[in-house]
Each structure stands twice: as C-alpha cells, then as structure tokens.
C-alpha cells in the first residue's frame, strides 16, 4: 500500500516535474537544428527560461471569452492534464509502477484516446471559429488515426500474448527485442504517435498558419499552458509505452541485479522518443487536412491489418 | 466499498444518459452520453471486469462518441425546426421503452442475489465463448453489421 502511493506520487511529481524542462530542452534542439541559438537570456544558455515562462503565465489574466460556455471552457483544460495522468498512473518505469493492472496497455490506449477530448471541447466552448474548426479537425484526427493504432498494437499483443507490462518486458527479455520481430509496427506506432499527441507533421488541431491558435486561440494564462503539460505529458507517456513495446522497456545489461539501473534504462530509451518528435517538428511540414486523412485511411490502415497476418504467424513460431 | 463505487458510478451513469436525453444543446446532450459510457466502464470495473471496462471506454469514448460529435458539429443544428410530439411515434417509443424495461427488470431478477467473483474477465474469459461456443452467431452478427455498412455507403453515395 505504502509503495503504491510512493509510486505514485513519484510518476505524478515526475510528470509534472518533467513538462517545463523539456519544453525548454525542446527550444533548444529546435534551435539549433534551425542554426540559431534558441533561447539565450535568463540564466546560462537560457536554462531558466520555463521559469521565466512560468512565472509569466501564472500572472498572466485570465480571460473567458463573451458567449463562451464557461463550464466547458474551463473544464477542457483540466480534462487534459487529469487525462494525461491518469494514462501515465498504469505505466511502471523500471519496477515502479503505480497501478498494477493486467490490461494496463489497453487502458493507456483508452486514456489517450479520451484525451482528444480536451481540444474537441476547448474548440467547441471557445465561441471561435478558428477554434470551432480546430475541433472538428481533432474529431476526425482521433478517428484516422485510432484504427491503424489499434492495429499496430493487437500485433503486438499477438506477439507477446499479454497486455501487461511486466509480461511483454519478460517476452522481450526471453526472446528479443520487439522491434527486431514487428518493425512494421514499430513505426507505424511512431508514426500515429505523432498524429495521437497532436505533434507535427500532425499537429492540424493547432495549425498556427490557418487556424491562429487553433483549439487554444481563446486560452490565456494557467489554462493555456494546462494544455501543454497535457500534450507533453502524453509525449512521456506513449514514449514510455513505445519502449516498453518494442525496445524493452527496462531490460539491459545488469538490470536485473540493480533495479534502479532499468529504471534509467527505461527513461534513456524513452528519452530517445522524445528528442525524435522535437526532431520530427523541426523536420516535417504540416500535412494538409486532406492528406493526413488518406495517409491514415488509406495507406497505413491496410498495412497495419497486412501486419496482423505478420504477427499472427510469429507467435505462431516463436510463441 | 466496492458497493459504494459501483452504486456510485451507476448513478452517474443513469443520471448522465438522463442529461443526454433531456438536454436541449445536442453537443453537450453527446458529452453527457460520453460521460455515462465512461461511468458504465467503470461500473464494469467495480464488478471486477477490467478488460470489458476499459473496452467500453475505447469503442465508445475513443470512437462512437467522436463520431457523433463530429457529425454534430458539421450539421447546421439552427436550421432544425422544433419537432412537435406525435402521438403515433409518442406511443411506439414508449412501447419499445416499456419492453426494454421489463426485460432488464427481468434479467435482474433472475440474476438476482449472484454474488461477484473478485475478477470474472480477461480478454481471454471473453474471447473463449465468444470465437469457441458462439462463433457462428457472432459471424452472423458481423456479416450483419458488415450488411449495414455496404447500405449506408450505397444510400450515401451520390449518383454520378
């Protein structure tokens, strides 16, 4: 009991913790992808930037817009963050988990995709049409992208037989690293995991070029920035989740004699997930509306169902 | 204190399909049924069964709400009249809803006083019955659905 709530409150205060140094390791990479130095003013190279941030958003007014719906309004970024964390409650990091459950990979899957229903609320109880536009591109995000991950995932349950965790680590560790038997499904998940936390190439829900803000136009202060530690939260998480199923999770060399060992092991490989979608948003262009939803329907909603016959004949073999 | 959730989260869920019904904004009549169907999920999980629970979250948090919320919003909800109530269609809802009743009401009884295992369902204890014992009316039911879809995107599909 005692290590439950220890557990929990160490993933809670490391979500959170997180959130403000990554945005600021995230400028940074961006940066200096970009050739230009990224932020530079508060403190040594810019490190008390999310500070600075912080302290600025806190005491920024706080404006609910005429003929907005002020309960949903308020609700939607809440809903976010809450969302977001409760997703990360069933992920364990190394041997620290806070809720033990046997389907915790399907209710990471049902948490997330509960989650787009911060910005489908936000968009609606704005009383914008930019915004209102912005939910409406979410709604059909969440339903492009659902199926092919669904798919890409049911391979790997195949594979491993097991929803838990703890279980597809000890596959992993028996047999092999995931992503050396499901590649396929390995990167179709890296690449709806983009389209899942709303990152680009997929990030049309904001789309600052043509919809302003998009779902956030309307926000000010705590409540704008409510919805980034929902949107980072949700990039720790599914990197968390991409590690575990397809990179191991916390296995490595001595793991299992030092249990803390796993534990960095597991936030290193996750790490690497997380500088990739710094690196995919530096990369890529936004795709337009039209062309995300034939990459989803029509491209990789086939090949993630040809993958299942994949899957299905490796458990058969390897089992 | 498993009884106080579950009778907790029960409530939620009646009172919410209630708000779904009578409310007079269609959106938030769709998020209310949202937050019934997520209260029913954990209704299922207070009866120990997790992977049935957090399905229902999926299919229908995770997609049919979505749905019905993006094609919600995509409709010009002003353009709509006030329906008035009829009697004819008046007196088939009630009798539909009376029948629905009564077979709950009867389903309840005679489950009445079952105690509840600690945890009945996996996706195997699920999976079993349903691809083993049952395989040829769950086939029936997907061809079936399979049927409906064909016959919405005939109807849909514009004549060229």
């Known amino acids: 009991m005692i290590e439950n709530l220890l557990s929990m409150a160490f993933i ?6 997180a959130v403000p140094p990554i945005t600021y390791l995230e400028r940074k990479v961006l940066g200096h992808m970009q050739q230009r130095p990224g932020p530079m003013v508060v403190g040594f190279h810019g490190v008390l930037q999310p500070l600075a941030d912080a302290i600025k958003l806190i005491f920024k007014e706080d404006i609910i817009p005429k003929g907005a719906d002020r309960l949903l309004f308020m609700f939607a970024p809440s809903f976010s963050v809450f969302a977001a964390l409760l997703a990360a409650s069933v992920v364990p990091i190394g041997f620290i988990q806070a809720v033990p459950m046997k389907s915790a990979l399907l209710f990471v899957m049902a948490m997330s995709a509960i989650s787009i229903y911060a910005l489908i609320l936000a968009g609606y109880s704005s009383n914008d049409k930019y915004s209102f536009l912005a939910g409406m591109r979410a709604a ?6 659902e199926l092919p991950l669904g798919f890409a995932i049911m391979a790997a349950v195949i594979l491993y037989g097991s929803f838990d965790f703890n279980r597809i680590v000890e596959w992993q560790s ?3 690293w995931g992503i050396l038997y499901q590649p396929v499904a390995f990167l179709l998940f890296l690449f709806v995991m983009a389209a899942e936390v709303g990152r680009p190439p997929f990030d049309l829900p904001e789309g600052e070029s043509e919809l302003v803000g998009g779902f956030h136009t309307e926000y000010s202060g705590m409540r704008f920035a409510a919805f980034f530690f929902g949107e980072y939260i949700n990039i720790i998480v599914l990197s968390l ?9 916390w296995s490595g060399p001595l793991a299992d004699k030092y249990p803390v060992l796993g534990v960095l092991y597991h936030l290193g490989k996750a790490a690497f997930f997380i500088f990739l979608t710094f690196w995919l948003r530096a990369t890529f262009p936004r795709y337009r509306f039209d062309q995300m939803l034939s990459i989803m329907w029509k491209i990789l909603l086939p090949i993630s169902i040809l993958n299942l016959f994949v899957a299905a004949a490796e ?5 | 204190m498993r009884e106080v959730f579950f009778y907790l989260f029960a409530f939620l869920s009646v009172a919410f399909a209630l708000v779904s019904v009578t409310h007079r904004n269609v959106i938030k009549g769709g998020l209310s049924l949202l937050a019934s169907f997520i209260a029913l999920g954990a209704v299922y999980f207070t009866a120990g069964a997790e992977f049935i629970g957090i399905v229902q979250v999926i299919v229908y948090g995770g997609a ?11 409709m010009d909800l002003k353009s709509f009249g006030k329906e008035l109530l009829r009697t004819v269609s008046l007196a088939a809802g009630g009798a539909i809803s009376l029948f629905l009743l009564f077979s709950v009401l009867y389903a309840g009884y005679r489950f009445y006083g079952g105690s509840i295992p600690a945890a009945v369902s996996g996706a195997k204890e699920l999976a079993l019955p349903l691809f083993y014992r049952f395989l040829l009316p769950f086939e029936v039911v997907s061809v079936l659905l399979l049927v409906a879809t064909v016959g919405a995107v005939a109807v ?3 004549e060229e």
């Not at chain 1, 458990?315 to 089992?319: D, K, N, P, Q, Y």
């Not at chain 2, 049919?64 to 995509?74: E, K, N, Q, R, S």
């Open chain 1, 140 to 145: 059909a995000q969440v339903l492009g992208y």
């Open chain 1, 12 to 17: 809670v205060g490391l979500m959170l913790v």
């Open chain 1, 174 to 176: 028996q047999h092999g």
């Open chain 2, 156 to 158: 849909g599909r514009r």
């Open chain 2, 64 to 74: 049919i709400v979505v749905l019905y919320l993006f094609a919600l919003m995509t």
């Open chain 1, 241 to 249: 989740v991409v590690s575990l199923l397809f990179l191991g999770g």
């Open chain 1, 315 to 319: 458990a058969l073999f390897v089992g």
